[in-house]
């Protein structure tokens, strides 16, 4: 357009080429529909002309989808969560209580209450058996 048209301001430039693009358009719904946009530059012919091609596309996939039945299991979903969240609760119990029970022996440590080495006061068995 540049060399072809180099007398021509840009602004006439691009709507030429806006114009011999719209021509060249051979889908027979696309040409008229971007012929009445009107751009003024080839961008904006472009871009709607995508659009409307994309939006033609996915209406007539649109049509032929078929319909989905859904059966309505929630309350299934309820009990399943119920169960899960119960397992979940006893698992955490279970580990709660195996976290007590092991004491934890460190030569290096010496428990206040009885002044052993070995173990936290946290840990004692002193204090457990009172």
């Known amino acids: 357009m540049s060399l072809t048209y180099a007398d021509c301001s840009l602004d006439i430039r691009e709507s030429l080429a806006a114009q011999y693009f719209v021509d060249t358009i051979r ?14 530059d080839l961008k904006s012919s472009l871009a709607y002309s995508m659009k409307y091609e994309a939006a033609r596309t996915v209406s007539k996939i649109s049509k032929h989808v078929r319909s989905l039945e859904v059966e309505d299991d929630s309350k299934k979903k309820e009990d399943k969560f119920e169960s899960l969240f119960n397992r979940l609760g006893k698992l955490l119990n279970n580990c ?22 070995g173990h936290l006061e946290r840990d004692c068995q002193a204090i457990m058996s009172n």
């Open 27 to 40: 889908d027979e719904d696309t040409q008229p529909s971007t012929r009445l946009m009107d751009a003024k």
């Open 96 to 117: 709660i209580t195996e976290k007590k029970n092991t004491t934890r022996r460190n030569s290096n440590v010496t428990c206040w209450q009885c002044n052993r080495k």
